[in-house]
């Protein structure tokens, strides 16, 4: 499983970010497992953002930051996307997917998550 986050960048208050997670899954198809989104601060623990369930579609979004977040899915590319609006200098962070290998999302707890990306980093800022 590799997981490669792109995609950060400076971004002005008030504006929106798209991040891209291309994924590689050997052996089983891209619809196989979910992939979910974090983010960090330092000193802080990786918060979880978004999950994508691949089971259902369903997808499951932090309370904190609902109405802002929209997950997709291109298949054909292996890509999960994350798009932030009406971003905040609080949302600067490093970003990070993950997945479990599984198609069912199981929250946010990072530590169910095996296989993480190398994380992009998000400056907003004026």
């Not at 971004?11 to 198809?29: D, I, M, N």
């Not at 290998?101 to 993480?116: K, N, V």
Request: hydrophobic share 30%; glycine share 10%.
């Amino acid at each position: 499983v590799q997981l490669q986050a792109s995609g950060g960048g400076l971004v002005q208050p008030g504006g929106s970010l798209r991040l891209s997670c291309a994924a590689e899954f050997t052996g089983v198809f891209f619809n196989d497992y979910v992939i979910a989104w974090f983010r960090q601060t330092p000193g802080k623990e990786r918060e979880g953002l978004a999950c994508h369930s691949t089971s259902d579609g369903i997808k499951h979004y932090a309370d904190s930051l609902k109405g802002r977040l929209t997950v997709s899915r291109d298949n054909a590319k292996h890509t999960e996307y994350l798009q932030m609006d009406n971003v905040k200098p609080e949302d600067t962070a490093i970003y990070y997917c993950a997945t479990h290998q599984s198609r069912f999302c199981s929250g946010f707890d990072p530590t169910t998550y095996l296989f993480w990306g190398q994380g992009t980093l998000v400056t907003v800022s004026s």
